[in-house]
């Protein structure tokens, strides 16, 4: 298997991972900064996010089972970019409220479907092209830590609408990236590349794809009590921003490390559902000793545990997708588990650490945490159990 930089369609693929993910790390940290900067409170700032986040959800199944249906894929991320680029520019012109509440959730809808279909369209490329998966969303990775530290500098000099027009610029590339996609198009020598609505409501019925689903989203969700409240348990401890901002930093980039190096080789040994269950124990592990407000010297290891508990959790999940769901209702499972399943669970989880955090202590609620990885290490054991590597439908 080649390099993914070494064909033309693995540089496709990881140009459209670092658009995208440029984007992303520019829309998650930043845009609550702009949203503040442009007059926004602290609470309507939360309620705008939280109704971003009710219209993601059905967004981005939506989509994606439209752009199965149709085979109209890489057409749909270009739709996608370029509408989420043109109004993120129209928020320089909002002026009132009401104005700014619908484009907020316009971003929504055009911006996150671009995730489950990516990711479903660059598995598709890398096993139709044969260069590794993992490399290439490791760009992406890569791409969120750069646009990560070099936004913050940006708006410390020029101010928050950096963020802004950083975003218009990356979705439009996203979407220049996205329409010459090469995980698009019907597979060589044509067959059915379209997928019915049926067989999208018959795929959510098996067994073996719901303990995935659970297993999956449970094990992503569990990071939503850290990204909510990691930096402000460690601020409590006393650890400054700048350590703060490395612990971060070692997290992403372990992720990378195993995408490039071993991650493939150790999916493939594994089998995704064991991945799965090795991700989620990390989990356990990593969020219960954090509830405990562990040492500087400990967080260092607890940190470096990412590459499990996300990377190695991700790659079984796109390793599980790509052996077991045909090509044609790929989008459609990613659209299930990244974009309504995941984002349900991660919402409630977010909703109910901010309970937890309030009466218990911030540190309190990675209990939480670790009971969702309990979750997703029961149901991958369920996965291991019930599929033994077969396509869940015919091809």
Same mark, same amino acid.
């Given at each position: 298997?080649?390099?993914?930089?070494?064909?033309?369609?693995?540089?496709? @693929?990881?140009?459209?991972?670092?658009? $995208?993910?440029?984007?992303?790390?520019?829309?998650?940290?930043?845009? %609550?900064?702009?949203?503040?900067?442009?007059?926004?409170? !602290? /609470?309507?700032?939360?309620?705008?996010?939280?109704?971003?986040?009710?219209?993601?959800?059905?967004?981005?199944?939506?989509?994606?089972?439209? *752009? !199965?249906?149709?085979?109209?894929?890489?057409?749909?991320?270009?739709?996608?970019?370029?509408?989420?680029?043109?109004?993120?520019?129209?928020?320089?012109?909002? &002026?009132?409220?009401?104005?700014?509440?619908?484009?907020?959730?316009?971003?929504?809808?055009?911006?996150?479907?671009?995730?489950?279909?990516?990711?479903?369209?660059?598995?598709?490329?890398?096993?139709?092209?044969?260069? #590794?998966? %993992?490399?290439?969303?490791?760009?992406?990775? *890569?791409?969120? $830590?750069?646009?990560?530290?070099?936004?913050?500098?940006?708006?410390?000099?020029?101010?928050? !609408?950096?963020?802004?027009?950083?975003?218009?610029?990356?979705?439009? $590339?996203? *979407?220049?990236?996205?329409?010459?996609? %090469?995980?698009?198009? *019907? %597979? #060589?020598?044509?067959?059915? !590349?379209?997928?019915?609505?049926? &067989? /999208?409501?018959?795929?959510?019925?098996?067994?073996?794809?719901?303990?995935?689903?659970?297993?999956?989203?449970?094990?992503?969700?569990?990071?939503?009590?850290?990204?909510?409240?990691?930096?402000?348990?460690?601020?409590?401890?006393?650890?400054?921003? &700048?350590?703060?901002?490395?612990?971060?930093?070692?997290?992403?980039?372990?992720?990378?490390?195993?995408?490039?190096?071993?991650?493939?080789?150790?999916?493939?040994?594994?089998?995704?559902?064991?991945?799965?269950?090795?991700?989620?124990?990390?989990?356990?592990?990593?969020? /219960?000793?954090?509830?405990?407000?562990?040492?500087?010297?400990?967080?260092?290891?607890?940190?470096?545990?990412?590459?499990?508990?996300?990377?190695?959790?991700?790659?079984?999940?796109?390793?599980?997708?790509?052996?077991?769901?045909?090509?044609?209702?790929?989008? @459609?499972?990613?659209?299930?588990?990244? /974009?309504?399943?995941?984002?349900?669970?991660?919402?409630?989880? @977010? $909703?109910?650490?901010?309970?937890?955090?309030?009466?218990?202590?911030?540190?309190?609620?990675?209990?939480?945490?670790?009971?969702?990885?309990?979750?997703?290490?029961?149901?991958?054991?369920?996965?291991?159990?019930?599929?033994?590597?077969?396509?869940?439908?015919?091809?």
């Amino acid at each position: 298997m080649s390099s993914a930089l070494a064909s033309r369609a693995g540089l496709l @693929t990881c140009g459209y991972y670092a658009a $995208l993910f440029l984007a992303v790390g520019a829309h998650l940290p930043y845009w %609550p900064v702009w949203l503040k900067a442009w007059g926004l409170g !602290d /609470g309507e700032i939360g309620t705008y996010l939280g109704a971003a986040l009710a219209v993601r959800l059905v967004a981005n199944a939506a989509m994606s089972a439209v *752009a !199965d249906a149709h085979a109209v894929r890489r057409l749909m991320l270009g739709i996608c970019g370029f509408v989420a680029a043109t109004v993120f520019a129209l928020h320089a012109l909002a &002026e009132s409220r009401p104005v700014l509440f619908v484009l907020t959730l316009m971003v929504t809808m055009s911006l996150s479907p671009m995730i489950p279909l990516g990711e479903a369209l660059g598995l598709r490329a890398a096993i139709r092209h044969g260069f #590794p998966y %993992p490399q290439a969303r490791a760009v992406g990775s *890569a791409a969120f $830590l750069v646009m990560n530290l070099g936004l913050g500098v940006a708006i410390a000099h020029v101010g928050p !609408d950096a963020a802004l027009w950083s975003l218009v610029v990356c979705c439009a $590339l996203a *979407a220049v990236f996205g329409l010459m996609h %090469p995980g698009g198009g *019907a %597979p #060589p020598g044509g067959g059915l !590349d379209t997928a019915g609505l049926r &067989e /999208g409501w018959q795929l959510t019925a098996s067994p073996a794809f719901l303990a995935f689903v659970v297993a999956a989203s449970a094990g992503l969700a569990s990071h939503a009590v850290f990204y909510s409240y990691g930096s402000l348990v460690w601020a409590a401890q006393g650890i400054g921003a &700048e350590v703060i901002g490395q612990l971060w930093a070692m997290g992403v980039a372990v992720e990378v490390a195993l995408m490039l190096g071993p991650g493939a080789r150790l999916v493939v040994r594994l089998g995704p559902a064991r991945a799965l269950a090795i991700g989620a124990a990390a989990g356990i592990l990593r969020w /219960g000793m954090l509830s405990a407000e562990p040492a500087l010297w400990a967080l260092w290891p607890l940190q470096a545990l990412h590459a499990l508990t996300f990377a190695l959790a991700h790659l079984g999940a796109m390793a599980f997708i790509a052996s077991a769901i045909p090509p044609r209702l790929a989008a @459609t499972a990613q659209g299930v588990y990244v /974009g309504t399943i995941s984002g349900t669970v991660m919402a409630g989880a @977010t $909703l109910l650490a901010g309970v937890v955090s309030g009466t218990q202590g911030m540190a309190a609620s990675y209990w939480l945490a670790a009971g969702l990885s309990a979750v997703s290490l029961i149901a991958a054991l369920v996965l291991i159990r019930r599929w033994d590597g077969e396509r869940l439908m015919p091809t």
